[in-house]
């Protein structure tokens, strides 16, 4: 073969060999990293290649790689690459322990490291100087996870000594919550006295009563009575004795020795004595200081005051109701009959049962059929103990009316008044202003109504369906206190008497009743800003006449009527998930009123 035709082969042999065009690919050894550092940690124990001693207090050297300390730790970076130490190959590390350090060298190495509670609180300004914020955010996490009323103070001082914002706060918040059981140990009696009034002075921290902080104070006091005597006018000055039972006030704060031997304690005793006089005698009207307003806690705490009938004899019952237990527990007595009345609350704090039925004593047999009445009484929860004190009448007998809250002022709304041997259906309305303590007229609603439902949202009044003597309604007003006017908004999709209503996050529920004939479990939604009603999913039971109320992100319908017969269970509708639940109640009584109340102090919980 000749030379041209050998190579004429090579050629096209060439072109039938010459690869595919592909991108290119990047590949990574996932366990590159980590067997580099496994020999390089290898190496320095056996000191090999080592640029660098460390030397502790003790004398105790620890050798490495200046690369891998300047990778790993910016307080080695600013040393070796922007200090005078750049060129040095010794270094002495100050107030370390050698066995903290070695566990810091390895983790610079490694990525790990073991925290007990033995070493944490010694690794921590060891990590802080190298400046390894993952060892230090670990040493954070082990320390939360120790909190105890026992140690959360010490655990509080140390995180502000080496700036651990987040275990600082989240220790702070331990101390507040654990109030009772932190005070109990000797690290509360040994704080300074400033410390001791930047606790008390918080207003959350979780004391159900007010006494518990004074005897906190007191202790402390009396752990070093010859030091201390002398701070106790600056720790009084933020107990709030004023919220301290009178009866407690008796017996342990005015004949306190320390007390009444300082001018300045004695101020503040006269001061929460005058404070119980004017609440005994002007309730409405009580002085607004930092030392007369209760905690934060103290606020936070709800319960539910339910009106009932007794299913068996008649007889008025009167109940505490706490959700979160689901227990319902005996509440003061009425003084009067308010069935079927109604009960409305200002301020949380002030309950007012109003009108009802004219009889004496609620404990005996009521008569559903008597006339109505003008009585109203009123319930401090605060007080110790609750007791209903009767206030100033209604200006006309009112029976199946509205009943409503705005500010300080309860609306009586409609009803029916038969005082006078004859049903006369009512559309006038009358304002009790606590500021006065009188009754007033004001303008009256453009239908009569009895057996409505009330809604206050946005500071404005509704009355919603009802009856006016000759039919059912499903017509809705709205009153504005500012104006002395009442409009009508939108109409209901049906006739609804004895509904509920409730308001929960800027939205008005009605709920069940009935249409004249048939008890309803359907309910319906009202925002102003759709004027509109909406319909939502039905509740789980028929009921008209049921208490409602809202608490904690959900609207609860409680008790009620199917027809005649008590319905003896709790409905919760979440608006998140648009649902109801359901859960039963302990009783076989009528429940036909429900209010949301700050929780009396004797009934407050660690």
């Not at 006018?233 to 009444?260: A, C, T």
């Not at 039925?357 to 059929?369: A, E, F, G, H």
Request: proline share 4%; net charge neutral.
């Amino acid at each position: 073969m000749s030379g041209k035709k050998k190579h004429a082969v090579v050629a096209v042999q060439k072109q039938e060999l010459k690869p595919k065009i592909y991108e290119p690919t990047k590949y990574k050894n996932s366990s590159h990293m980590g067997r580099v550092f496994q020999f390089l940690q290898f190496y320095r124990n056996g000191g090999v290649l080592c640029d660098i001693k460390l030397e502790t207090d003790d004398g105790k050297i620890i050798l490495g790689h200046k690369v891998v300390f300047i990778s790993a730790s910016p307080y080695f970076r600013a040393m070796f690459t922007l200090s005078e130490e750049v060129k040095k190959d010794h270094i002495n590390i100050r107030e370390v322990d050698f066995k903290v350090l070695q566990l810091l060298v390895d983790y610079m190495y490694t990525g790990e490291i073991t925290i007990t509670e033995e070493n944490v609180q010694d690794i921590v300004p060891a990590a802080d100087l190298l400046q390894l914020d993952y060892v230090k955010r670990a040493c954070v996490g082990s320390l939360q996870k120790q909190l105890d009323p026992s140690n959360c103070i010490g655990i509080k001082a140390f995180a502000g000594m080496y700036n651990c914002t987040e275990l600082l706060s989240i220790s702070e918040e331990f101390i507040k919550k654990q109030f009772l059981e932190v005070v109990k140990y000797d690290e509360f009696l040994s704080l300074s006295s400033g410390e001791v009034i930047k606790l008390i002075s918080c207003h959350d921290i979780s004391v159900p009563l007010e006494e518990k902080v004074f005897e906190c104070v007191m202790n402390w006091v009396k752990h070093k009575l010859n030091r201390r005597k002398d701070f106790l006018p600056d720790l009084m000055e933020h107990v709030r004795l004023p919220l301290v039972s009178k009866e407690y006030m008796l017996e342990k704060v005015v004949n306190e020795p320390l007390l009444k031997n300082n001018p300045k304690c004695k101020d503040y005793v006269f001061e929460a004595l005058h404070f119980n006089l004017i609440k005994s005698v002007h309730p409405f009207s009580i002085p607004q200081t930092i030392r007369s307003k209760p905690r934060q806690y103290t606020s936070l705490q709800k319960v539910v005051l339910v009106l009932s009938l007794s299913s068996s004899a008649n007889k008025l019952i009167t109940n505490w109701y706490d959700p979160a237990i689901n227990l319902l527990t005996a509440a003061p007595e009425l003084g009067k009959c308010h069935m079927p009345g109604g009960l409305s609350v200002i301020k949380d704090q002030f309950v007012f049962a109003v009108g009802g039925t004219q009889v004496s004593n609620p404990n005996v047999r009521i008569d559903l059929n008597a006339k109505s009445s003008r009585s109203v009484e009123v319930l401090d929860v605060s007080s110790q103990p609750p007791c209903w004190v009767s206030k100033v009448e209604l200006l006309i007998n009112r029976k199946h009316f509205g009943i409503g809250a705005i500010d300080n002022c309860i609306y009586a709304v409609g009803g029916y008044n038969d005082a006078n041997n004859y049903y006369e259906h009512l559309n006038s309305v009358e304002v009790f202003d606590i500021n006065t303590q009188q009754w007033r007229r004001v303008s009256s609603m453009s239908n009569k109504r009895s057996h409505f439902g009330v809604g206050i949202l946005n500071n404005l009044l509704y009355a919603v369906g009802g009856y006016n003597g000759a039919s059912y309604l499903k017509s809705v007003e709205c009153y504005d206190p500012n104006l002395d006017k009442w409009n009508p908004v939108a109409e209901m999709s049906v006739c609804r008497y004895e509904a509920g209503v409730g308001v929960l996050n800027g939205v008005m529920y009605v709920i069940g009743g009935t249409n004249g004939s048939v008890t309803q479990k359907t309910v319906q939604a009202y925002t102003p800003s759709a004027g509109v009603w909406k319909s939502i999913p039905d509740m789980n039971l028929c009921r008209r006449n049921a208490g409602v109320f809202a608490l904690d992100g959900l609207l609860y319908v409680m008790g009620g009527t199917n027809g005649n017969n008590p319905v003896d269970s709790i409905e919760m509708y979440n608006p998140l998930t648009n649902s109801w639940s359901m859960k039963t109640l302990s009783t076989s009584n009528f429940i036909y009123s429900a209010v949301v109340v700050d929780k009396p102090p004797h009934l407050r919980t660690n």
